[in-house]
């Protein structure tokens, strides 16, 4: 069966083809800013679009282009040059270098093209120039330009904003359009070519404009129509950059080019943990790196983040990877059970599953019950190859899980005596000299475990 995708733009669920004749499947997802490590709210999207790619490669063998861009100038990765006195490309490069370590780690298969913002200036400033001279897009005195949002009528039709959530101090699920100077003629309009200011050092380029540096929104229009023409297949992402970023994208291309920018569009939804978004400030905000401190693999990550539906919000809890590695030690002795000859395929219904808008839970219910019902007979490659749909690499071993203390084993104990005792006011103070140790302790229905508190 065809991949069926809902479409963002359309509300339907449709299937995915090559719309031109050489059959070249055009795939494009938006990349990272590299100015930090990724967080797992990141990776929850780059996980979702590498299942997406693996479908794509076994429905399209050979004929599957994916496209990946870096964002490499903007106001994040200017800020951190400066802040730690190096060039913007040492940084870029350092965080680059990390992004690709972990997508590795999570067995993320590489864009066939990996595009980056500043290697592609001339490709924007002439995106900007064909846009200005259609009456598109407008100066301003401080050699900036900005994209004139009046000027597209279909504006708002993949994110359905309302005319009034247009105007200056309103927006979509409160992401504003960036005010980025005054000089713009209404507050929709957003820049596609920013002035030089004191704040950008030595980061610009020269342009008909005046020296400057690109808006985040071009890199993707003017990349993206580099390296896969005027109008691809699919375009990804999360569903944070539905608005503004997909909603301008598809302003500047179809101004620019003409023509339809993408058939078919994809977002992913949030990642939570432990109940709420994602922050600093609540300490909730993990990377691939704090996770294997703790002694979880980033196989049991990857398994934690296809475990819910991709156009559904996803819980996470460090329990979750507990669960991971424990559904991934199944998928292991079930392989291992496996002998050449097999020719049964109970997995097609889990691929048929993946198939029909990325439904991972379903698949996994799948798999687990043929599991239960045992490996006579069994295809390996009807297994191999769910498993590499779904990326899952079995031959990583489970990272090895910090030795606890003594102390804090003991201490552990006493808490989950007084616990079961319903003693809360001794549990609350065992807990506070736990976290003295340097360790988290987890609750469970039937148990609980020990972590190292995050640094």
Not at 13 to 21: E, G, H, T, Y
Not at 217 to 243: N, P, Q, R, Y
Not at 261 to 267: D, G, L, R, S
Not at 302 to 330: I, V
Request: glycine share 8%.
């Amino acid at each position: 069966m065809p991949i069926q995708l809902h479409d963002s733009l359309s509300r339907t669920s449709r299937p995915l083809a090559p719309a031109q004749a050489d059959g070249i499947y055009r795939f494009y997802n938006c990349g990272p800013t590299v100015y930090a490590a990724a967080h797992i709210g990141n990776f929850r999207t780059f996980v979702v679009n590498d299942l997406l790619r693996r479908l794509l490669d076994l429905e399209f063998p050979g004929k599957v282009k994916h496209v990946r861009n870096l964002t490499d100038v903007d106001d994040k990765t200017i800020r951190r040059s400066r802040e730690e006195g190096r060039p913007l490309a040492a940084v870029t490069k350092e965080w680059t270098d990390k992004f690709h370590a972990d997508c590795a780690a999570l067995n993320c298969l590489p864009p066939h093209v990996e595009p980056s913002a500043t290697g592609h200036i001339p490709e924007q400033i002439d995106m900007i120039a064909a846009l200005e001279k259609r009456g598109h897009a407008y100066r301003t005195d401080d050699g900036s330009v900005y994209f004139k949002v009046s000027s597209f009528p279909g504006y708002g039709a993949l994110s359905r904003v309302k005319e009034r959530e247009l105007r200056v101090g309103s927006a979509l699920a409160g992401k504003p359009q960036t005010h980025d100077a005054d000089e713009k003629e209404d507050g929709s309009d957003f820049a596609l070519w920013k002035g030089h200011k004191p704040d950008d050092g030595d980061n610009f380029w020269p342009s008909p404009w005046g020296q400057g540096r690109p808006g985040w929104h071009i890199e993707c229009s003017a990349m993206s129509k580099k390296h896969l023409g005027d109008t691809i297949d699919l375009h990804t992402g999360g569903v944070d950059l539905l608005f503004p970023h997909h909603e301008n994208e598809i302003a500047q291309s179809q101004c620019c080019n003409g023509t339809t920018f993408a058939h078919h569009w994809y977002h992913s939804e949030h990642l939570l943990v432990d109940g709420k978004k994602m922050s600093k400030s609540l300490g909730n905000l993990y990377t691939l790196d704090q996770l294997k401190e703790m002694g979880h693999s980033p196989a049991a990550l990857r398994y934690a983040l296809l475990a819910g539906h991709p156009r559904k919000q996803l819980n996470f809890t460090l329990d979750s990877l507990h669960a991971a590695e424990k559904a991934l030690a199944q998928l292991r002795t079930f392989r291992a059970a496996l002998q050449p000859g097999g020719t049964a395929d109970p997995f097609a219904p889990a691929l048929a599953a993946l198939q029909d808008d990325l439904n991972t839970p379903n698949a996994l219910g799948i798999i687990f019950t043929a599991l239960h019902a045992g490996p006579a007979n069994v295809s390996p490659a009807a297994f191999d190859r769910i498993l590499f749909a779904l990326g899952l690499d079995l031959s990583e071993p489970v990272a090895p899980k910090a030795d606890v203390p003594a102390e804090v084993t003991a201490l552990a104990e006493q808490r989950w005596a007084v616990k079961a005792a319903k003693n809360w006011a001794e549990a609350d103070r065992l807990r506070g000299a736990i976290a003295a140790l340097g360790w988290t302790m987890l609750d469970r229905k039937d148990g609980y475990s020990l972590e190292p508190a995050k640094k």
